[in-house]
C-alpha cells in the first residue's frame, strides 16, 4: 500500500472560528438543551471537518489497513515537528483541535447542574466524534490523536476528565 501523501488540502474555510467560538460559548449556558445541542453541534464538526480528513487513508485500508500508513497518519498528527510542516494540520489544529477538550471538560457539570450530559458526553465520543461509519481501525487511530491533543500544555484537566469518565 502506498504511504498516504499531502496533496489534498480540504477547505477549512467553510467554517469560521468566530461562529466555532460562539457555539463553544453557548456550552456554558443554562438552558441544558442549547448545552448538550452545542456541544453536540461541535463535535459533529469536529468529526466532519477534521478527524474524518485526517483518518481518510485509515478508513481506505479497512480494519486490516497497513500498518505503516497507520504509523504515518499518527507520525504526521501526533509529532510536533511534523505538524508544522503542513500548513493545513496546523490551520486545522487551530480551528478544531481544541473541541476535543471541550466536550470532555462538559464532565465538570455536575449531575445536579444536568444529570444526562455525562451519559450524554459518552455518547458523543462514541457515535459522533468517533463514528460516521469508521472502522474499528480508524476509530483507535482517532482515539490515539485526540488523546494526544488532550494530554498537550493547556488542555490537562480535559485529560483528567477523559480519565475520569473512562
Known amino acids: 500500500t502506498t504511504?498516504?501523501?499531502r496533496t489534498h488540502t480540504p477547505d477549512i474555510s467553510v467554517?469560521?472560528?468566530e461562529l466555532l467560538l460562539a457555539v463553544a460559548n453557548r456550552v456554558s449556558s443554562k438552558n441544558?438543551?442549547?448545552r448538550r445541542d452545542a456541544i453536540t453541534g461541535l463535535a459533529q464538526i469536529f468529526h466532519k471537518h477534521y478527524i474524518r480528513k485526517i483518518l481518510r487513508h485509515v478508513q481506505d485500508g479497512?480494519?486490516?489497513?497497513?500498518?505503516e500508513v497507520?504509523?504515518?497518519v499518527l507520525h504526521e498528527h501526533c509529532s510536533e515537528e511534523?505538524?508544522?510542516k503542513y500548513?493545513?494540520?496546523v490551520e486545522a489544529e487551530e480551528k478544531f483541535g481544541w473541541i476535543p477538550q471541550k466536550v470532555f471538560e462538559c464532565v465538570y457539570f455536575s449531575d445536579a447542574t444536568d444529570p444526562e450530559l455525562r451519559n450524554?458526553?459518552?455518547q458523543i465520543v462514541d457515535d459522533v466524534l468517533l463514528d460516521g461509519g469508521l472502522t474499528a481501525t480508524s476509530r483507535a487511530v482517532g482515539l490515539a490523536i485526540i488523546l494526544h491533543g488532550l494530554k498537550k500544555k493547556g488542555k490537562e484537566n480535559a485529560f483528567k476528565w477523559m480519565c475520569a469518565l473512562f
Not at 479497512?62 to 500498518?67: L, P
Open 3 to 5: 504511504p498516504p501523501s
Open 15 to 17: 467554517i469560521s472560528a
Open 32 to 34: 441544558k438543551t442549547e
Open 62 to 67: 479497512g480494519d486490516d489497513c497497513d500498518i
Open 70 to 72: 497507520i504509523l504515518r
Open 82 to 84: 511534523q505538524i508544522k
Open 87 to 89: 500548513k493545513f494540520v
Open 120 to 122: 450524554r458526553i459518552y
